[in-house]
Every structure is written in C-alpha cells, then in structure tokens.
C-alpha cells in the first residue's frame, strides 16, 4: 500500500530525531561493542524480562565461562543453568543451550543470517530473531516487543492499545533500511529512558511529533502509579527460582526435603502445590523426578 505524504514527512522527522538522540545519548553496555551474533543473541535472551543494570555483570561472567556458541553447546545443561542463577526465568537458559546444540550440530556451529531460519531455532522467538538479524547482521527488520510497540503506538496512533499486527506494519514501515541495528536499539533506549508506562514526555526527544503527548498531555502530567517492586514474591514464579537456587547445591533431594528448603513452613499439604511446580519446570527442561527424588535436568 503506498504510504501518504504526511505519514512519510512524520517518518522522516521521527526517524531523524530518534538516531540523533541515540547517538548522543547511547547508553555504553557491552553488548554494544560487538557484532558477535552469538554474543547479541546471549544479550537478547538475557534482557528478556530482566533489567539492564541486573544483566551486565552477568552477561560478562556467562560469556568468560562460555565464549562461543561451541563452548555452550558442549557442557551439560545443568552447568548452563547454574551460569544463569541469579537472573531468573532460568527456562531461558535450557533454551539458550538447546539453540546451541541446534546450531552447532545443524548449522556447523555459525548462527543462520537469515530472519527465517533465525526463526526456526529451538528457544529463539521472533523479536530475538528479528533483534540478531538487525543487529548482528544487518538486515533491515524491524524487532518489535512491548516497549517498541508502545512508542510506535504513541508517536503515531496517541494510544497505548493498537492492535499487534498494526504495531508491526508500523515498525516495518517506520525502520530505516540501512540502519536496522541501530534503530532497534534507539527504540529500545528510547522506551527505556522515556517513553515507560509512565512517559517522561516533557523530556522526550520526539515530543514535538508525538500524537499521544498532544492528546494525553493532562493525563500525562497527573502521571499513574507504578507497579509494586516486589510483586513476584511468594508467587509460582518465586518458588520455581527457589526450588532451582536449591538444587544448584544440593543436587538430589528427596520432594518434602526440597519442600522444606524452599518454603518456610512446609507442610505436607503444601505436596500436591510443589509437585505441580515440579511437573512445570519438568516440562521445561530444568529439573527431573524420579519416583520420589529430584535433581536439576
Ligand atoms: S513524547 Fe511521551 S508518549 Fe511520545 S514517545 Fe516521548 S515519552 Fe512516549
């Protein structure tokens, strides 16, 4: 479909103002000093759901144990795992390893250039896919996740609830083709620095186009509340990294031993709860039972 006139003033001038700030502002982390696809796809799957500060020490320490693709694919999943403790959602790091066997054995251990076949491997979702073809490769995609989709949403429809697939037709049509890498990231800086749940639009760079500041300006300024820090405490996610912290050290347990290091109070009603949280990370690929005893995968 041909795109109007206005619409492609309003790309032009956003996208110039966004790389600008990028290129003035840019935050130095050291996923930024490589072109390394295996080094960014780490990056990628870590920043999944964690925040920036909690990933640089650890993305430094997991890359000094495991520096290729090769070294990953050739240790046992369970060292993988214990590498990740501390970052959370440790599915991500079965998958991560599961990627690298992939890779190594289908691939000859070089990560594929093509969106598609990123795509296609084991653990790699298509915002990461999209986020390695761009960065690592250049390829002029577009890596939309929720905090894109929320700028592109605000600059351009001034709401918070466009439908996901005109979030994506908007971000393809919005990227700059020679400079994919570095608009993925300036999103990604932009959302982060500004345009959070709560927009900081008085400082935004791209406050002159945007259609959300001009149409929510009073909302904006009476801001919203944020989100509790400590809301994952005491919930199913909470204790599945428990149960993983514990079985780092102590590697075979039995269920109500396991149990009782995990949860204050256990009880032998609290059984059917954690053998359902058993089952979950099981399916996962992070922890296996057997009959009564449990260990990490
Ligand atoms: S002006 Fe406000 S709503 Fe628009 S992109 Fe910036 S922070 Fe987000």
Redesign the pocket.
Known sequence: MPLSAAFTARRKAFRAAVLRFYRRHKRDLPWRRTRDPYRILVSEIMLQQTQVDRVIPRYEAFLARFPTLGALARVRCADVVRAWLGLGYNGRAVRLWQCARHVHAEHRGVLPRELQQLQRLPGVGPYTASAVAAIAFGAPVAAVDVNVGR?LS??FAGRDDLATARVHALAHAVVPPRAAGEWAQALMD?GAR??RAR???AE?P??TM?A??HRYRSA?QRGRKGAASDRFHGSNRYYRGRIVRVLSTDVDLTVRALGRKVKDGFALSDVPWLLELLRGLARDGLVRVLRDRVRLA
């Open positions: 700028v605000r600059v932009l500004y345009c927009p900081r639009c935004c791209v406050r945007c959300y500041t904006i």
